[in-house]
């Protein structure tokens, strides 16, 4: 990603962080060998989730390290639990911001609880 679009990818994020609840959420399909769980947010009613840091990464300056939690998905989604328990997010509010992302690219129908 070059520099002018990383500005605006960040810019959208810390609006995101902003103004929509969050979580951390550890994708079944982000493990990285020799790293574990490579951690991910995602925000109510966007789609998709954002994966941490950079990956591949070099250490470079204009780079930002990934967070990896494991070494097992069970240890990597119990520390995502714990974390957003810090943060005021209990399981049942994550898997309903996670379950608002998964539709949030499709049309709505009727209304939301």
């Known amino acids: 990603m070059n520099e002018p ?3 605006v990818a960040r810019k959208h994020i ?3 962080f902003a103004q929509r609840r969050w979580c951390f959420y ?3 399909d982000s493990y990285v060998e020799g790293r574990g769980w490579r951690v991910s947010i995602v ?3 966007e789609a998709g989730h954002f994966p941490t840091g950079n990956w591949p990464y070099d250490g ?3 780079q930002k390290a990934p967070w990896f939690w494991g070494p097992s998905y069970e240890d990597a989604v119990a520390m ?3 974390q957003n328990e810090k943060i005021g997010v209990d ?4 898997a309903k911001i996670v379950a608002a992302s998964m539709g949030a690219d499709k049309p709505r129908r009727g209304r939301r609880p």
């Open 26 to 28: 550890i994708p079944a």
């Open 5 to 7: 679009t990383q500005k």
């Open 91 to 94: 399981a049942m509010r994550a």
């Open 60 to 62: 470079s300056a204009s």
């Open 43 to 45: 925000f109510e009613d």
């Open 14 to 16: 810390d609006e995101l």
């Open 80 to 82: 995502a639990t714990e």
